[in-house]
């Protein structure tokens, strides 16, 4: 078994392959701006690393998110078409999950939360590494403050608010390693892993630029 | 012909996710998955909602390309991509598909330009584009004049609209006349039975101080709009077939003749018209009638390659192979803004600044 696993939720542009028992080789850069550029070279690299070419690649996994949506569509349409081209599985798993599973926080319940931007925080309360206990969603700190008091918390979307998470600590962000070590001990189990989706959690901004395309309503 | 460039390439610059596969100049596959529907209520084309759709088009669309052309990916030699300019988020979507089937498969990957792949695609319809080529591009989100003497490596900007594009005209006067959308083809229709003199309607910086192959439609949308509404405020009917036909003569009138007039400035025996605006008959008619009496060879595709699709950005793709011009690197941004100077986006040597507005919102 030979794992591809990556992540393009959080401002880190993160890789990792997983041969079923470690990973092998990975890669993590913190860079919001340029998942497009950094994702193709960063697969690059950790194959050659690890010795490896594409082909030898058996299944891949993506994070689903929740993130930023430009961000976000990179990794999903990376591995989306990695799947295509190779004719391997594509495996979804929540960002959220990846963070939880490299807390190392002991006995739970914690949080995890990362940024969502325009002051909001994606978030879900676990009840250990792997173990979520909500669905993701997208808040306001503020507005959360009751259901994540007193629990500890994980995530740049904990360490940006610490009213809300005052026992915020690393990891800051995902990385594509603990993706790939859940996801390889989930499949040895033979749990089956969300498909390689979105998570969206926001409707589309309905912002038409000025001077694009007019589409009348029929 | 087993011998030249076998290129897939995808386009997402708009809303249309668009694969195609071309060997050379024959066109063997032009799959397009539009999201125009989802975005009708909102009255324009949302980014987010396109680039949410092209994630969801995309595998699907490169599917239906291969079976079409009936060839296997192994086979390909290139794969082509629209790298700008565009909607910065969508283009990213079809960049990241791009990158990933190339390096896959084990193929180059060419970041090439939205603007040369419309000029480009008649290479599908009429055989090898001649040097030098002058081309009119007219859509809902362009309308320019270029002179290119290689397309894979030297397009000019003569003159483009300094407000709305051609075809934004013709949806908003449509929409003025209660005609529904999309307005290029309906307007087409009722122009058919309607007189273009009946009105004179304006011809948008044709007066001799004006720059000589730019164009303006803002003037005549409000001329034409205001003149709809005072008939309306009288009481009157308004004659819809002789509205639509002015309107469309003004523009057709303006846009052939700054195009004629660039052929002869620049001394170019050919023009080629593309962009969905391009469907429209009385631009057709004119354009030949006009390139006829100047001497000139007018090159028109077909409507369904005049509008984006994946076909154009592999026909100019394979003309990257066939002239053995640099692969884009694995780091290959989109570029909302890519200028129409710059065919492609070669690898290392020539990296290109991106555009970072809009890119992450
Ligand atoms: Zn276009």
Redesign the interface.
């Given at each position: 078994m030979l794992l591809l696993a990556l992540d393009t939720a959080t401002p880190a542009v993160t890789v990792a392959l997983h041969d079923g028992t470690d990973v092998i080789a990975s890669s993590s850069q913190v860079d919001?701006?340029?998942h497009?550029?950094?994702?193709?070279?960063a697969?690059?690299r950790v194959l050659a690393e690890a010795g490896l070419k594409?082909?030898a690649v058996t299944g891949v996994v993506v994070g689903i998110g929740p993130g930023?949506?430009?961000?976000l569509?990179?990794g999903?349409?990376?591995?989306?078409?990695?799947?295509?081209?190779?004719g391997v599985p594509v495996h979804g798993l929540c960002t959220l999950d990846g963070l939880a599973y490299a807390a190392d926080i002991g006995q739970g319940p914690f949080v995890v939360a990362t940024d969502a931007r325009r002051k909001e925080v994606y978030w879900a309360r676990y009840a250990d590494s792997r173990t979520r206990l909500t669905d993701p969603a997208v808040d306001r700190p503020a507005d959360i403050a009751d259901q994540v008091a007193g629990l500890p918390a994980v995530g740049a979307g904990a360490l940006l608010y610490p009213d809300t998470f005052p026992q915020a600590h690393e990891p800051e962000h995902v990385s594509a390693a603990a993706l790939a070590s859940l996801a390889a001990e989930k499949l040895a189990a033979g749990e089956e892993l969300p498909a390689p989706r979105?998570l969206?959690l926001r409707r589309?901004?309905?912002?038409?630029?000025k001077?694009?395309?007019?589409?009348?309503?029929? | 012909m087993a011998d030249e460039p076998l290129v897939l390439g995808i386009e997402t610059s708009?809303?249309e996710t668009g694969v195609g596969i071309v060997r050379g100049t024959t066109l063997l596959a032009d799959a397009v998955a539009s999201s125009?529907d989802e975005?009708?209520?909102?009255?324009?084309?949302?980014?987010?909602?396109a680039?949410?759709a092209h994630?969801e088009a995309?595998?699907p669309t490169?599917?239906r390309a291969l079976k079409e052309a009936g060839v296997s990916?192994k086979d390909l030699d290139g794969i082509a991509v629209t790298a700008g300019p565009g909607?910065?988020?969508a283009l990213?979507?079809g960049?990241?598909?791009a990158?990933?089937?190339a390096?896959?498969?084990g193929k180059p990957l060419y970041g090439v330009n939205h603007l040369a792949s419309h000029i480009c695609v008649d290479q599908l319809e009429h055989g090898a584009l001649p040097e030098p080529t002058m081309a009119l591009l007219v859509?809902?989100?362009h309308s320019s004049l270029l002179l290119s003497t290689d397309i894979t490596s030297d397009v000019r900007p003569l003159g483009a609209t300094i407000d709305?594009?051609a075809?934004?005209a013709f949806?908003?006067i449509?929409?003025v006349l209660n005609l529904?959308?999309?307005?290029g083809p309906v307007i087409d229709r009722y122009a058919r039975e309607g007189d273009p003199s009946a009105i004179a309607f304006p011809r948008g910086l044709t007066g001799p101080r004006d720059p000589a192959y730019d164009f303006s439609f803002s003037g005549l949308k409000t001329s034409v709009a205001r003149w709809i509404e005072a008939k309306r405020a009288a009481g009157e009917e308004v004659p819809v077939r002789d509205v639509a036909a002015s309107f469309q003569e003004a523009v057709v009138d303006v846009l052939t003749r700054k195009a004629v007039r660039a052929c002869k400035d620049e001394g170019v025996g050919h023009l080629m018209i593309g962009g969905g605006v391009a469907a429209n008959s009385r631009l057709r008619a004119l354009a030949q009638e006009r390139c006829e009496r100047a001497g000139i060879r007018l090159r028109v595709p077909r409507p369904k390659l005049c509008t984006d699709n994946g076909a154009m950005v592999a026909a100019l793709g394979a003309e990257m192979v066939a002239r053995g011009r640099a692969a884009s690197s694995?780091?290959?941004?989109?570029d909302s803004s890519l200028p129409v100077t710059e065919p492609h986006v070669p690898g290392h040597d020539h990296v290109h600044e991106?555009s970072?507005e809009?890119?992450?919102?």
């Open positions: 919001a701006r340029r497009g550029e950094l994702l193709l070279p697969v690059d594409l082909n930023p949506y430009t961000g569509r990179v999903l349409m990376t591995a989306d078409t990695f799947g295509l081209a190779l979105p969206y589309p901004d309905a912002q038409v630029p001077n694009y395309k007019v589409v009348t309503p029929k | 708009c809303d125009v975005h009708a209520r909102f009255g324009g084309v949302v980014p987010e909602v680039s949410r994630l995309m595998v490169v599917d990916a909607l910065a988020g990213l979507v960049v990241s598909a990158k990933a089937y390096y896959a498969l859509s809902g989100g709305d594009a075809g934004e949806d908003k449509a929409r529904g959308f999309p307005g694995w780091d290959l941004s989109a991106v970072k809009n890119l992450y919102s």
